[in-house]
């Protein structure tokens, strides 16, 4: 597996150096608008210049993650839906065109949601969290309400239209489960929120080119067997992990430290090595850390180099071994 990390937008900064010095050289990126300053790398050149970015400082961009314009339409089925997935189909066509092979996605439309980011964590570390009854006081969304019915079918229309071309582009589409996986949330429903439901949305299509990105700390949320997931989808389906751990149930938990909460991380980083698979693989969701701000709750960057280092050690102690019990 390659360790890869999570950059935003191409402005560099100190932790294009850091994450170097750790010696990671392969990037998962989000490209958005708002991010770049630039088009939608529906955009071609666009999307060139950002990867010519990311080349010069000696990392190579191997996919994309999230939302990269906006997806609302689609998700929820409203007007300008045709146009999005038309730009969507382009956007893989390039990434086909630039050797951009993974996209992880998700279906959410209220996005990753948490309602409480400064939670105290071990020696005063801030975390994000959720609890199920805040949310419910909190508003209903801007467009209103939508069925987990409505969602599923936006779903597999939207698989139906974009599968073809990624097939064709040689990109994977690793879809990211519901985090948290509660419905509704703002009103809207939530539909990836259980192992079998991520089932039902495989079966949408037989493509190769329709996989998952495992989030195991989601998984654990839904209070699924992880390492048996792990052996079911396989390398056949798992084309992306995420790294983190959660404490609590669905309903209320906090994030914690990589090596803070219930999993056994050891014996979940064998069952990636045991299901033989070679992907990208990241830390996600850490703690904010002493002498950091918590603009970016989940991804500031002492935290993220405390993930980095305990994945690398997971990873180094399973290598060293060959057998994976």
């Known amino acids: 597996m390659t360790l890869s990390f999570l950059f935003f937008g191409h402005t ?14 392969e990037v998962i990126v989000k490209l958005a608008p708002e991010l770049t300053g630039q ?3 529906d955009n071609l050149d666009s999307f060139r210049r950002s990867q010519e970015i990311y080349a010069q400082q000696g990392f190579s961009i191997v996919g994309l993650e999230g939302d990269q314009f906006d997806m609302v339409p689609i998700k929820l089925g409203l007007a300008g839906r045709e146009r999005a997935i038309d730009r969507y189909c382009r956007m893989l066509e390039n990434m086909g065109k630039l050797g951009v092979g993974l996209l992880c996605y998700n279906f ?12 105290a964590e071990r020696g005063g570390a801030l975390v994000s969290g959720f609890s199920y009854e805040a949310s419910q006081r909190e508003p209903l969304s801007a467009y209103g ?3 987990e019915n409505q969602i599923w079918d ?19 589409m690793a879809l990211h489960p519901d985090d948290p996986p509660m419905s509704p949330l703002n009103g809207i429903g939530r539909i990836l929120t259980s192992a079998g439901a991520v089932r039902r949305a495989l079966s949408f299509s037989n493509s190769p080119a329709h996989g998952l990105t495992f989030c195991q700390g989601t998984y654990t949320t839904m209070q ?4 048996a997931l792990i052996q079911e989808f396989g390398s056949e389906k798992i084309f992306f992990i995420h790294i983190r751990d959660v404490m609590g149930t669905r309903a209320d938990f906090r994030e914690t ?6 999993t056994d991380m050891y014996a979940t980083m064998k069952a ?29 960057m002492k935290g993220s180099l405390f993930g980095i280092g305990y994945i690398k050690g997971l990873m180094d102690a399973c290598e060293g071994t060959s057998t994976y019990a």
């Open 145 to 147: 309400t939508f069925s």
């Open 257 to 262: 430290f990589h090596d803070n909460g219930p």
């Open 108 to 119: 959410m439309a209220t996005g990753w949601y948490r309602t409480h980011t400064r939670i």
């Open 154 to 172: 936006n779903y597999q229309y939207f698989i139906e239209q974009i599968m073809p071309v990624a097939e064709a582009s040689g990109v994977k």
């Open 272 to 300: 990636y090595y045991r299901a033989g698979l070679n992907v990208p693989i990241r830390s996600d969701h850490v703690p904010t850390m002493a002498g950091e701000g918590n603009e970016h709750a989940g991804y500031e």
């Open 12 to 25: 560099t900064d100190e932790k294009w150096s850091l994450v170097q010095q750790m010696g990671i050289t």
């Open 39 to 41: 088009p939608a790398i």
């Open 224 to 227: 699924e067997d992880v390492p």
